[in-house]
């Protein structure tokens, strides 16, 4: 499994941007990288994900490194309702393969 | 939409006693998982099922078993509780493809006391 690297913990004011960083410099060519967040006391959500473009959806953006080591979920306008953990998965697209690692807990406030 | 119903919510067990986990989908998804969140932790697979009848073991599988008896539903069962299973447990699924979203049901709080 690719291993990942997040910050523990990041802070962002509401109504600004956030960029959330991942690094998984030992991803496989075929893995797609998933986010998910984690809004306390619930399960998990799926974000975003991508494979080597960038991509953006209702949620979020997903920036995606040429080399494909790092990635960057962007939230273009935080609000307290994004306080949660965010966790940037590699994923093979196998059953068995996604894999949660501890994550960044985002703490937004006014 | 439900999408993954998992029950009870919460659930306060003796040391050695029995239960089963319910969770059931509705979107006719082929795989589902369990997994098991201990606090300040990521989560961690316990079993996954690719389909009726099919189910392998994850990273955590002691102390529990499973079935899929059907497309819908996935129940994860422990037997003789103990201290170390006291967790949140969370049931996915998702449908095949190269990108496997997975959906979460909103989890089952367990205490063994």
């Known amino acids: 499994d690719a291993k990942t690297t997040q910050p523990n913990s990041m802070e962002s004011n509401e109504e600004e941007p956030v960029h959330l960083p991942c690094n998984h410099s030992t991803i496989s060519g075929t893995d797609y990288i998933h986010w998910y967040r984690q809004l306390p006391s619930q399960g998990p959500e799926y974000v975003i994900h991508g494979l080597t473009s960038n991509v953006n959806n209702r949620m979020a953006s997903l920036a995606i490194a040429e080399d494909r080591k790092s990635s960057t979920l962007i939230l273009h306008r935080a609000t307290l309702r994004d306080a949660a953990v965010y966790y940037c998965?590699?994923?093979?697209?196998?059953?068995?393969?996604?894999?949660f690692g501890t994550g960044t807990r985002l703490q937004v406030t006014l | 939409n439900a999408g993954v119903t998992q029950t009870p919510k919460f659930r306060i067990l003796k040391i050695g006693q029995s239960m089963t986990l319910q969770c059931t989908q509705d979107?006719?998804?082929?795989?589902m998982y369990w997994y098991r969140q201990d606090p300040g932790m990521g989560l961690k697979l316990i079993y996954y099922s690719v389909g009726a009848g099919i189910t392998d073991k994850g990273e955590v599988p002691n102390g529990y078993n499973v079935s899929r008896s059907t497309t819908e539903d996935f129940p994860l069962r422990l037997e003789l509780a103990a201290p170390s299973q006291t967790s949140v447990y969370f049931c996915?699924?998702?449908?095949?493809?190269?990108?496997?979203?997975?959906?979460f049901g909103a989890g089952t709080r367990l205490s063994v006391l």
């Open positions: 998965i590699p994923n093979t697209g196998t059953a068995s393969k996604l894999t």
């Open positions: 979107m006719n998804h082929n795989y």
């Open positions: 996915a699924s998702s449908g095949p493809g190269l990108a496997i979203i997975q959906y």
